[in-house]
C-alpha cells in the first residue's frame, strides 16, 4: 500500500511539474533569433567554387557607418568571427594572381573610399590579429549608394562571364565589390 501511495504522489507531483513546465515554453514563433547569424554564400564561376563564411549583423535603427563601423580602421567586414573567402581555383584580382584557398576578409572603410583586403589569416575573432605584413592583396574601391535598405548585411558571389564573377558586399544603403577572374591551369 506505501508504495502504491508513494507511485501515486510521485505522478501527482510530475504531471504538475510538466504541465507548469509547458505552461512557461515560448511557442515556435516567437523563437529568439541570434542578432548576428552566421551565414554563407557560394556561386560557381566557371570551374571555380567561391564560398565566403560571415556574421550577418542588422542595422536595427543604428548609425552604422562611422559609428558602429568606425572610418580608417580594419574591419572583419561581418560580426563575431573574421569573414572568410575560398576559392577552390587561382583567381586573378587587379592583375595580380590570389592562389587558390582561404582568406580572411576585412575592409578598411571610409567616407568616400574603401580599402578590401584578402589576408592570409583566416582564422581570428573579427580583426583582432589582423596584421597588415599577412596581406595577399588590397583593392581600393568606392562606395556605392543604394536606395533602399539593406537590413542584414549581405554578401553576394555574382557570376559575371564564363570565368569572371564579383563579389559585392551590401548593408544599410551601401555596396562595395570586386571583380575576379579564374586563371587557365
Not at 21 to 42: G, Q
Not at 70 to 86: D, S
Not at 98 to 104: I, R, S, T
Request: glycine fraction near 6%; proline fraction near 3%.
Amino acid at each position: 500500500m506505501r508504495s502504491f501511495l508513494f507511485v501515486m504522489i510521485v505522478m501527482f507531483f510530475s504531471t504538475q511539474a510538466i504541465a507548469q513546465h509547458e505552461n512557461h515554453m515560448m511557442p515556435m514563433d516567437t523563437v529568439v533569433k541570434a542578432k548576428s547569424p552566421r551565414t554563407s554564400t557560394m556561386a560557381l564561376v566557371g570551374g571555380n567554387h567561391v564560398h565566403i563564411d560571415y556574421g550577418s549583423p542588422s542595422v536595427r535603427g543604428r548609425n552604422i557607418w562611422n559609428g558602429l563601423v568606425a572610418y580608417g580602421q580594419v574591419w572583419a567586414t561581418g560580426a563575431h568571427k573574421a569573414t572568410w573567402i575560398e576559392f577552390s581555383s587561382d583567381v586573378q584580382i587587379n592583375n595580380k594572381l590570389v592562389p587558390k584557398g582561404k582568406y580572411g576578409f576585412f575592409t578598411i572603410p571610409d567616407k568616400n573610399e574603401w580599402t578590401l583586403i584578402l589576408n592570409k589569416d583566416w582564422d581570428m575573432h573579427l580583426a583582432d590579429a589582423y596584421k597588415a605584413e599577412s596581406d595577399m592583396i588590397r583593392i581600393i574601391t568606392k562606395p556605392k549608394k543604394n536606395k533602399n535598405l539593406t537590413e542584414a548585411l549581405k554578401y553576394q558571389v555574382i557570376k559575371t562571364g564564363n570565368d569572371k564573377g564579383k563579389v559585392e558586399i551590401s548593408w544599410e544603403y551601401l555596396t562595395v565589390s570586386f571583380d575576379f577572374q579564374n586563371v587557365k591551369s
